[in-house]
């Protein structure tokens, strides 16, 4: 569902993003998934900005990169294993900033 949180499934890349956010609607079907991965806030030299807002999961603060959004299968994420569902509205404006400016 639209928030849910993923283990990152591409294990190359699962040290810097260990976790990866689903941003697609839910009513949007099809075999792939629009996602944005999560880098931890303490591995993060430079405060990220407006495109990518903070988030929290579990006790861990996250930054999601929406520059980085991608597709993945539906059928690499695996069971969710939390929600950003809270951060919804900062999610949507990085996303009108990356996509509209505004």
């Known amino acids: 569902m639209q ?3 993923f283990v990152n499934p591409s ?3 699962r040290v810097a993003f260990p976790f990866v956010a689903e941003l697609q609607a839910d009513i ?3 075999r792939d998934r629009i996602v944005a991965p999560m880098a931890p806030a303490e ?3 430079n405060t990220p900005g407006r495109l990518s807002p903070i988030v929290r999961h579990g006790e861990r603060v996250y930054y999601l990169v929406i520059p980085l959004l991608g597709q993945l ?17 900062e999610i949507l404006r990085a996303i009108d900033w990356l996509f509209t400016g505004i």
């Open 3 to 5: 928030h849910d949180v």
């Open 11 to 13: 294990v190359r890349f």
């Open 28 to 30: 949007a079907e099809g």
């Open 43 to 45: 591995a993060v030299a």
């Open 73 to 89: 299968p539906r059928n690499r994420l695996m069971k969710p294993v939390g929600s950003v569902r809270r951060h919804r509205d």
